[in-house]
């Protein structure tokens, strides 16, 4: 088990509402079990890390930080943000293979998981600021003078619209599978819509009238087993690690809270669930050119697979990096944990 140390003001635990009991309680969640669905999550990662609420916005905001690796190494330092509807312990499988020789941040995305959930503006460049706004504002509170920015699916799309406005805090981007680049051509979005996962498109269509992940939290007590139900290939994922229903649990926890306002914020910023409201290919050419850029896909992904290589031609001059790893889907740094780790190292390494 690792050797976890909390950090922080006492009363970020101790705020924690207790679980739901008794006739009246609908969800049965609460931010405490939440906590504890994370640290069961978090059991197998032998190497010691640090946990910490950071202040963001004049202590309005406070973002769930772990820091992996928290030696007085000089390298650059690597920060990870999650994808949708997901939190900080899925790089469980990571960790420890790429904070080996630098300080690696994972982050609960602000208004996901434990982080703050503060209502976000509803419009779609409103939306995205505000999570630009949370990445470095979280920078300038930890001290991270530049960095490594990794992030996967939505949060890869967070990462890149951060490099926009903010280019000289990034040593590089790494994109694992990126959401919100294609154009929302009618073409390729029934291409793609052929090629969605059952799970995706139903959480497509929840977008037109609700929050994307409403269906959880209106099931009530059943809502764990809609989860089951919907993302059981993620506990699949995780399977070798876990016999039991932990990595379930702590997506139910993550999504079953309130408010939703990273959900809010999402679907003000998607078009058909799968799209981007402004997507990041038509402003692509915008990324100061200084700023080197990978992207890792797996060849088994129900993203475009061309986007790596369409922004390679648009970034001409510029350093673009595209890796496939055979046999990955969309959840690239799980399926294929061991390449996913190597490339990121070897991309890290090349910094420093």
Known sequence: MADTTLLGDETDIR????????VGCWRPTSK???????QKFLSVLDVQYTGRYVKINN?????WTIKVNPTNSNRTPLVLLHGFGAGLAFWVMNLKAISHNRPVYALDTLGFARSSRRNLPYTAEEAEESFVSFIEGWRKAVGIDKMILLGHSFGGYLAYAYGLRH????KRLVLADPWGFPENDPVERQELQDRLPFWVKGIAMFVF???PLTGIRA??????????RIRGDIGNKFRHLFDDDRVMNYIYHCNAQQPASGETAFKSMSAFGAWAQRPMIERVHELDATVPL???YGTKTWMDLTIGEKVYEMRRGSHVGVHLIKGAGHHVYADRADEFNKIVNKVCEDID
């Open 59 to 63: 202590n309005q905001d406070q973002i």
């Open 219 to 228: 099931a009530g007590p059943f809502g764990p087993m809609v989860v089951k």
């Open 167 to 170: 280019p000289d805090r990034l």
């Open 209 to 211: 009238a609700f929050n």
């Open 32 to 38: 405490k079990l939440l906590e504890k669905a994370e």
């Open 294 to 296: 990978e992207f890792i």
């Open 15 to 22: 705020s924690f509402e207790e679980p739901c009991r008794g």
